[in-house]
């Protein structure tokens, strides 16, 4: 099984380890045995108005998740929801659908979404779709049992 590391504080840390375990599974990548994810809780990230945000290579990905925003702390869901979203990113890195330099997309050149919005770029609406059927089908669905 791929190994899911999360360092930091965040409440019920197990029960989130869990979650990520289940998250890997729907996303086809918990048999990737020698390959890697870290998950950092951290107080803020440096990118601003971002809850998270994911760098790796098809070895190892590393996700940093911010507990506070400049208007206060994040929503337990929010953390949830972009702990998924992130390890979407994991997931295209991993699998090489991604590069780490965001030039490739699934082996094609990147170039042609130059003047597109971050949030409307292939790999970004793939994340944004995903978060929220991995939040219910890995955590509510999952507590609701």
Known sequence: MISIVLNGRIKNKKAV???MDRVAVE???????????EVNMKTR??????????WGDTTEVEID??????DGPVAYVDI?????HEMVHGKQYLRGELNG???KWKGKSTKKYDNTE????????EALVM???????????????
């Open 80 to 84: 949830l929801k972009t702990i998924a």
């Open 17 to 19: 380890v869990e979650f």
């Open 27 to 37: 996303l086809n990548i918990h048999r990737l045995r020698t390959r890697s994810i």
């Open 118 to 125: 971050y949030k409307d770029l292939p790999w970004e609406q």
């Open 65 to 70: 998740i911010a507990r506070h925003m400049d």
């Open 101 to 103: 330099w965001h030039d």
């Open 131 to 145: 978060e929220e059927f991995l939040y219910k089908k890995c955590w509510e669905d999952f507590n609701a049992k």
């Open 45 to 54: 990230i440096a990118k601003g108005h971002h809850y998270g945000d994911c």
